[in-house]
Structures are given as structure tokens and as C-alpha cells.
């Protein structure tokens, strides 16, 4: 065997150990997240398939929030984890003072469209009728939340990035137990309170992002952490800087934007198939964040880990660890596939209050994810956790949002437009895009080329 492929499958202690430390509380708290959604379906479900399939594509918009600022996010923390690796504080503060620009803007502009355009919006994800008039309802208080989610998502990414992923898991859970209760509270008025069903749930969001906020924001302070970020660090940094980091961030946010606005569409063809194909879609929904926890604990711990290595200038560290990430989340997918079809029986159960028809096609649809899951994370793991951390954002890009849109969006247009397929078919189809993603990301994953160090960022035109 050679030395390289050794290597490979032989990890030194230090280098488990820093995997653990990260990935676990990134892991867990995506596990307390993903419980707690499942918890919130299950208690909207007690109000009806008509209720539970509202706040289902309500969450669309939400969804489509959430991913802008995650590539705001995911790409200021390429430069974070790589200047952390330098241990270059006033660098994070500089990209913070960016990032927070961005996260405010978008959230701005989406609490106008919740709160301004609510009927128009709900109107592309489903029909007329009580299911549309709850979403709206929804959406219009649930947007309340987006600010504190935009302030909220900078510090947790500086935490984690920093070595401090255990505080941003505290948050997390902080603000999901926050939600759960409070949902518990005004769904159906319990201690007191009045029953307020579905504007009940988009209130106890808007009370869990503002306590997550507080936890994080609390400690990064009360414990002087890099991203304490004084006034004078809000200034704009350097022509220089700024560009740089618009060069690498940018892409990223229209990386996440173009393509959760080709998964949003997905949507809006689920929805032609009416409330069960869009209830068996959301029960799939939470099952998968259930399920997939660990494996996005890693792919985020490979990235910050990359990203170290390359901000250190260990160039050939980081090609290691892209490779044994690689193949840990492989095999990971592959064993959390097979769970995924083994207990999905067992789980759905928990989902008794929804219609028959729903649950079985839910089942189908369980049995086609738990398949395609390694090919899924293949993608997964070389674009966020490996050409990203390489700050490889515009082929990324390219890539990714490409993908859905000259692959996905028309398949699933097809088999619903065309072949006139079930709520099964359809998903089915939108897995094409995977495939193909594969057959264009490897080759850019084995070339190397995807390693760029970006610490010289405002010390050159062009990082």
C-alpha cells in the first residue's frame, strides 16, 4: 500500500480528536434541531393535513431566507477558519464587519416581502383554499424572525470556526427548547395562554431566534472571543479587502441563492400535486434532518479543519484531510442510507394524525432518499466541505447552482409537466442532478486546484 494511501485510512489520535471536537457539537446540535422540527410537524399535524401542509410550504420562503444567508455565512467563514489557522484576529473582525452587511440586507428585504407580500408569495407554493389562507397567516408573523436569524448566524459561524462549537450548540439547543415550548404554549394554549394554531408556531420561531441570539452574542463578550467585535470594527475595511472578499463570498451567496431558488421550484411542482404529495414531502423533510445530522456535523468540521490547514500553509495537511473526509463521509452515508430505509417504518408512525395515503407515499419516498443518500453527500462534502474551504467558490458555484437549473429544475418539470408522474416520480427525478454533479465535481476535487490561501487578503489586489 502506499505511503499516501496510508495515510488515508490511518488517522493519527490528534487528528480524530479534532474531528470529534468539532463535528459532535455541530452534530448534535443539528440533532436537537432536527428533533425539534419533527416535534413541531407532529403538533401542527394535530391540526389537520390543511395546517401542517401550510406552515410545510410556508417553510419554503423560510428555507429560501435561510439559504442566502447560510452562503453569506459559509463564505465569510472560508475566510474566518483560514485566518483563525493564522490566528489573525482583526482579519475575522474585518470579515465580520462584511458578512454582517450582507446577513442584515437580505434579512431586511425578506421581512418586507412576509410581511408586505404574503398573499403573492403563498400563491406560487399552493393552491386556493385554507391551506393557502394559514401559510399567509404564517409567514406574515413568522418574519419577524429573520433579523435575529441574520445577526444570529454571524457569531455562531465565528464560534464554530474558532474552536468554540460547543457555545454555538449551546445556543442552538437553547433556542430549539426555546421553540418547542413555546410552541407547546401557543399552538393550543396551554399555562394559560390563547390558542393561536398556526400564528402560535411562527411566534415561538421568532422567541427561539432571539434567545439563540442572546446566548451567543452573551458569551462571545462576557469571554473577549475574536469575533467581540468593537464599533470601530464595523468601519469598511480597505478597497483591497473588500474586493477580495467579494471575489470569494459573492459566488457563494449566489451559489445558495440560485440554488434554493431551484429547490423552492421543486416546491411548486410538488404542489400541483395538492396537500398529500406536499405532506408526504414534508415528512421526508424532517425524517432527513433527523437522520443526516452526523453527516453534516462532518462535512462543517471538514471545512473549518481544511480551512485551518490552508490559512497555516500546510498545503499537502489539507489535501489529506479533503481525502479522508471524502472517504469517512462516504461510508457514513452510506450506513445512514440503509438506517434511513430500515426504520422509516417505525417513524412514520409517529406521523399517525396524517391521512394513509400521505404515509405511504412518504415511505416511498424515505426508501428513494435512503438510496441516492451517498451520492447526495458525495456532492455534499466536495462542494461545502472541500472546493468551498478552498475558497473555490466560482467553480462551486457554477457547479452547484448550474446543476439544479440546467439539470434539475427541467427533470422535475418533465416528470410533472409531461409525464404527468406521482409525488414519488417526481423526486425521484430530481435526483438526476446529483449524478451529474458527480461526474463534473470529481475530477476538480482530484486536481488540487480548489486550494487557494486567502490570509493575504487587503495585502494584494487579487487574493
Same mark, same amino acid.
Not at 423560510?62 to 447560510?70: G, Y
Not at 404527468?420 to 425521484?428: A, S
Given at each position: 500500500?502506499?505511503?499516501?494511501?496510508?495515510?488515508?485510512?490511518?488517522?493519527?489520535?490528534?487528528?480524530?480528536?479534532?474531528?470529534?471536537? &468539532?463535528?459532535?457539537?455541530?452534530?448534535?446540535?443539528?440533532?436537537?434541531?432536527?428533533?425539534?422540527?419533527?416535534?413541531?410537524?407532529?403538533?401542527?399535524?394535530?391540526?389537520?393535513?390543511?395546517?401542517?401542509?401550510?406552515?410545510?410550504?410556508?417553510?419554503?420562503?423560510?428555507?429560501?431566507?435561510?439559504?442566502?444567508? $447560510?452562503?453569506?455565512?459559509?463564505?465569510?467563514?472560508?475566510?474566518?477558519?483560514? =485566518?483563525?489557522?493564522?490566528?489573525?484576529?482583526?482579519?475575522?473582525?474585518?470579515?465580520?464587519?462584511?458578512?454582517?452587511?450582507?446577513?442584515?440586507?437580505?434579512?431586511?428585504? $425578506?421581512?418586507?416581502?412576509?410581511?408586505?407580500?404574503?398573499?403573492?408569495?403563498?400563491?406560487? $407554493?399552493?393552491?386556493?383554499?385554507?391551506?393557502?389562507?394559514?401559510?399567509?397567516? @404564517?409567514?406574515?408573523?413568522?418574519?419577524?424572525? @429573520?433579523?435575529?436569524?441574520?445577526?444570529?448566524? &454571524?457569531?455562531?459561524?465565528?464560534?464554530?470556526?474558532?474552536?468554540?462549537?460547543?457555545?454555538?450548540?449551546?445556543?442552538?439547543?437553547?433556542? #430549539?427548547?426555546?421553540?418547542?415550548?413555546?410552541?407547546?404554549?401557543?399552538?393550543?394554549?396551554?399555562?394559560?395562554?390563547?390558542?393561536?394554531?398556526?400564528?402560535?408556531?411562527?411566534?415561538?420561531?421568532?422567541?427561539?431566534?432571539?434567545?439563540?441570539?442572546?446566548?451567543?452574542?452573551?458569551?462571545? @463578550?462576557?469571554?473577549?472571543?475574536?469575533?467581540?467585535?468593537?464599533?470601530?470594527?464595523?468601519?469598511?475595511?480597505?478597497?483591497?479587502?473588500?474586493?477580495?472578499?467579494?471575489?470569494?463570498?459573492?459566488?457563494?451567496?449566489?451559489?445558495?441563492?440560485?440554488?434554493?431558488?431551484?429547490?423552492?421550484?421543486?416546491?411548486? =411542482? @410538488?404542489?400541483?400535486?395538492?396537500?398529500?404529495?406536499?405532506?408526504?414531502?414534508?415528512?421526508?423533510?424532517?425524517?432527513?434532518?433527523?437522520?443526516?445530522?452526523?453527516?453534516?456535523?462532518?462535512? /462543517?468540521?471538514?471545512?473549518?479543519? #481544511?480551512?485551518?490547514?490552508?490559512?497555516?500553509?500546510?498545503?499537502?495537511?489539507?489535501?489529506?484531510?479533503?481525502?479522508?473526509?471524502?472517504?469517512?463521509?462516504?461510508?457514513?452515508?452510506?450506513?445512514?442510507?440503509?438506517?434511513?430505509?430500515?426504520?422509516?417504518?417505525? #417513524?412514520?408512525?409517529?406521523? /399517525?394524525?396524517?391521512?394513509?395515503?400521505?404515509?405511504?407515499?412518504?415511505?416511498?419516498?424515505?426508501?428513494?432518499?435512503?438510496?441516492?443518500?451517498?451520492?447526495?453527500? $458525495?456532492?455534499?462534502?466536495?462542494?461545502?466541505?472541500?472546493?468551498?474551504?478552498?475558497?473555490?467558490?466560482?467553480?462551486?458555484?457554477?457547479?452547484?447552482?448550474?446543476?439544479?437549473?440546467?439539470?434539475?429544475?427541467?427533470?422535475?418539470?418533465?416528470?410533472?409537466?409531461?409525464?404527468?408522474?406521482?409525488?414519488?416520480?417526481?423526486?425521484? =427525478?430530481? =435526483? #438526476?442532478?446529483?449524478?451529474?454533479?458527480?461526474?463534473?465535481?470529481?475530477?476538480?476535487?482530484?486536481?488540487?486546484?480548489?486550494?487557494?490561501?486567502?490570509?493575504?487578503?487587503?495585502?494584494?489586489?487579487?487574493?
Amino acid at each position: 500500500m502506499k505511503e499516501s494511501t496510508r495515510k488515508m485510512f490511518h488517522w493519527e489520535r490528534d487528528f480524530g480528536r479534532t474531528l470529534v471536537r &468539532v463535528a459532535l457539537p455541530i452534530a448534535l446540535q443539528n440533532l436537537v434541531a432536527a428533533s425539534a422540527h419533527i416535534v413541531d410537524g407532529l403538533m401542527v399535524a394535530g391540526l389537520g393535513d390543511a395546517h401542517y401542509a401550510a406552515v410545510t410550504q410556508a417553510g419554503r420562503y423560510s428555507f429560501l431566507f435561510q439559504l442566502f444567508l $447560510f452562503g453569506a455565512a459559509s463564505g465569510s467563514s472560508i475566510f474566518i477558519s483560514q =485566518f483563525w489557522g493564522k490566528k489573525d484576529v482583526q482579519g475575522i473582525r474585518k470579515v465580520m464587519s462584511l458578512c454582517w452587511r450582507i446577513t442584515v440586507g437580505l434579512a431586511l428585504l $425578506f421581512m418586507l416581502g412576509a410581511l408586505l407580500l404574503p398573499r403573492p408569495i403563498m400563491s406560487l $407554493f399552493l393552491q386556493e383554499g385554507e391551506s393557502r389562507e394559514l401559510a399567509i397567516e @404564517y409567514i406574515s408573523w413568522g418574519g419577524l424572525n @429573520y433579523l435575529f436569524a441574520s445577526i444570529d448566524i &454571524v457569531f455562531s459561524n465565528t464560534l464554530r470556526a474558532t474552536g468554540k462549537p460547543v457555545v454555538a450548540m449551546t445556543a442552538g439547543i437553547a433556542g #430549539i427548547l426555546t421553540n418547542t415550548l413555546a410552541n407547546y404554549t401557543l399552538i393550543y394554549g396551554h399555562f394559560g395562554f390563547p390558542a393561536l394554531g398556526v400564528k402560535g408556531a411562527a411566534m415561538a420561531t421568532v422567541l427561539a431566534a432571539a434567545v439563540s441570539l442572546a446566548v451567543n452574542v452573551g458569551y462571545t @463578550y462576557k469571554r473577549r472571543q475574536p469575533g467581540a467585535i468593537r464599533m470601530r470594527d464595523m468601519r469598511m475595511p480597505g478597497k483591497s479587502f473588500t474586493l477580495g472578499y467579494i471575489k470569494r463570498v459573492l459566488p457563494v451567496v449566489v451559489n445558495e441563492g440560485m440554488w434554493s431558488l431551484g429547490v423552492t421550484t421543486y416546491a411548486v =411542482f @410538488y404542489g400541483m400535486r395538492g396537500d398529500t404529495a406536499v405532506n408526504a414531502i414534508g415528512v421526508y423533510n424532517n425524517v432527513d434532518q433527523l437522520m443526516t445530522v452526523l453527516l453534516f456535523g462532518v462535512v /462543517n468540521a471538514a471545512s473549518i479543519m #481544511i480551512g485551518n490547514s490552508i490559512g497555516a500553509g500546510d498545503r499537502d495537511r489539507a489535501i489529506l484531510t479533503s481525502r479522508r473526509m471524502l472517504l469517512a463521509v462516504e461510508g457514513l452515508a452510506a450506513v445512514t442510507g440503509v438506517l434511513l430505509i430500515v426504520l422509516s417504518a417505525p #417513524i412514520l408512525s409517529f406521523f /399517525n394524525r396524517l391521512s394513509p395515503e400521505t404515509l405511504d407515499k412518504a415511505a416511498i419516498i424515505l426508501l428513494i432518499a435512503g438510496c441516492m443518500l451517498p451520492f447526495r453527500f $458525495f456532492n455534499t462534502i466536495n462542494i461545502v466541505g472541500v472546493l468551498r474551504a478552498g475558497g473555490d467558490t466560482i467553480f462551486s458555484m457554477i457547479l452547484d447552482a448550474g446543476s439544479v437549473w440546467i439539470i434539475g429544475v427541467p427533470c422535475v418539470a418533465l416528470a410533472t409537466v409531461a409525464l404527468g408522474l406521482p409525488i414519488e416520480g417526481i423526486f425521484l =427525478f430530481s =435526483f #438526476i442532478e446529483e449524478l451529474f454533479k458527480i461526474c463534473v465535481g470529481l475530477p476538480r476535487f482530484l486536481s488540487n486546484k480548489w486550494i487557494n490561501n486567502l490570509t493575504t487578503i487587503g495585502k494584494e489586489a487579487a487574493p
